[in-house]
């Protein structure tokens, strides 16, 4: 069965710092989908990056950016220049699409940027 | 276009209790899947609706249960409530089915607490 992993529960970085947060899954699918997303305090869950397996360039969106490595199952979120707003859950998640579907998060990792 | 809406935002029901949740997902979006978010577990996959189909179901009890209605709006049942089943309920939409496009928006979540 899949499995996502975030190791780290908690997290914190100061302000304009940079931070990466942890995640790796278990799978035996070649095609599948990564996501990372971010759930503000009291607010909803909104997209932040998307990496698609059979692409071997990292995804990056502004300040976000992934380190996908396949072979080690291992997909690392890098926030730049960390900003207050970035403070948040942020929930790693896997999706595959061949045969049944399967949506699956990782328990998520708080992060808190200090001023 | 509105975002994917959920009612009522709160609710507090006593064991035994059934509850039924609503979720409106964005305009032209014909997928709902719903999940249960809970500190220690994480996001959960409840089930998928599709063109009015359950289309995918995760592992949860018969007592949760769902539909979706012609106007792709869903509902989510939960009977016989036990303490365990208090959460946030979270309802996502995307446009043609997560084996398509992959990406999700959410709504605010309902939160239940069970006493």
């Known amino acids: 069965a899949q499995t996502v992993t975030q190791s780290q529960p908690e997290m914190s970085v100061q302000e304009a710092e940079t931070v990466t947060l942890s995640c790796t899954y278990d799978?035996?699918?070649?095609?599948?989908?990564l996501f990372w997303y971010k759930q503000p305090p009291s607010r909803q869950m909104i997209l932040v990056i998307r990496q698609e397996a059979y692409k071997q360039q990292n995804a990056t969106e502004n300040r976000f950016s992934v380190n996908f490595q396949k072979a080690a199952k291992s997909f690392s979120l890098k926030i730049s220049d960390s900003q207050l707003g970035d403070t948040a859950m942020y929930f790693c998640a896997f999706m595959s699409y061949s045969g049944t579907y399967k949506y699956i998060f990782g328990t998520g990792t708080r992060l808190k940027v200090l001023a | 276009k509105a975002g994917v809406t959920q009612t009522p935002r709160y609710l507090i029901k006593t064991r035994g209790q059934q509850v039924t949740l609503s979720c409106s997902p964005i305009?032209?979006?014909?997928?709902v899947s719903w999940y249960q978010q809970t500190p220690g577990q994480g996001l959960q996959f409840l089930f998928e609706?599709?063109?009015?189909?359950?289309?995918n179901k995760g592992n949860f009890p018969g007592r949760f249960s769902g539909r979706q209605f012609s106007n792709s709006r869903s509902e989510m049942n939960v009977s016989t409530l036990e303490l365990g089943d208090s959460a946030l309920y979270l309802c996502?939409?995307?446009?043609?089915?997560?084996?398509?496009?992959?990406?999700?928006?959410f709504g605010p979540g309902t939160r239940l607490t069970v006493t």
């Open positions: 799978t035996s699918e070649n095609n599948y989908y």
């Open positions: 305009s032209g979006h014909r997928s």
């Open positions: 996502a939409s995307s446009p043609e089915g997560l084996t398509v496009t992959y990406e999700q928006y």
């Open positions: 609706y599709f063109s009015e189909t359950q289309r």
